[in-house]
């Protein structure tokens, strides 16, 4: 962290975020999101990392809400918990920097699949209340459980796509029809 801070002093403009869950540490969110008293607990546990290492912000990586990920548990009230656990993370890091009297936001970003499935667990008009940016992860489109070999992270389909598949282009577009703006699209 010392090094990523030292880089600041280069470039002050430099966020440094860091990013909590992914594909094999997803396993508790819907379990700590499930309640009031857990989702505050999380929220005050981020805004205390994010105190000690001096961090300009968190990016949530919970994969997935309502689905199956790698041993994660979940729930079909994932979509509103999702919310609510924003929600509380939102507001206890808007207290931190109340209290440190903290002249800019604390960014608070998750990192969202890509798959028509994965928009309708989330409720994204209500997150983006919340969120400063949505990281889509647009990549995966072929991975090892593909039958089909193709493009890792692929801007458009190919015309060989067997069910003329998934890629960033259509993504974004997704994300768009749901009302997500570009400007909060990473």
Not at 38 to 47: D, L
Not at 63 to 88: I, V
Not at 145 to 157: A, I, K, Q, V, Y
Request: glycine fraction near 6%; aromatic fraction near 12%; hydrophobic fraction near 35%.
């Amino acid at each position: 962290i010392d090094t990523l801070h030292s880089l600041k002093k280069i470039n002050p403009d430099l966020k440094i975020i860091v990013s909590i869950g992914g594909w094999t540490w997803s396993k508790y969110f819907s379990d700590i999101a499930a309640s009031q008293a857990m989702r505050n607990q999380f929220a005050r546990s981020v805004a205390d990392f994010v105190k000690r290492y001096d961090l300009d912000g968190i990016d949530i990586d919970w994969e997935y809400p309502c689905m199956r990920g790698a041993g994660n548990s979940f729930r079909p009230e994932d979509k509103t918990n999702f919310t609510y656990l924003l929600s509380n993370v939102r507001n206890t890091l808007t207290k931190l920097e109340i209290s440190q009297k903290r002249a800019e936001s604390y960014i608070l970003t998750i990192a969202a699949g890509t798959s028509a499935n994965y928009l309708k667990s989330i409720e994204p008009k209500k997150v983006l209340e919340y969120v400063d940016f949505i990281h889509i992860m647009t990549y995966d489109y072929r991975s090892g459980d593909s039958w089909e070999t193709g493009h890792h992270s692929n801007l458009w389909t190919s015309l060989s796509d067997w069910n003329n598949g998934n890629c960033i282009d259509k993504t974004i577009n997704r994300y768009m029809n749901a009302g997500v703006p570009a400007d909060k699209i990473i």
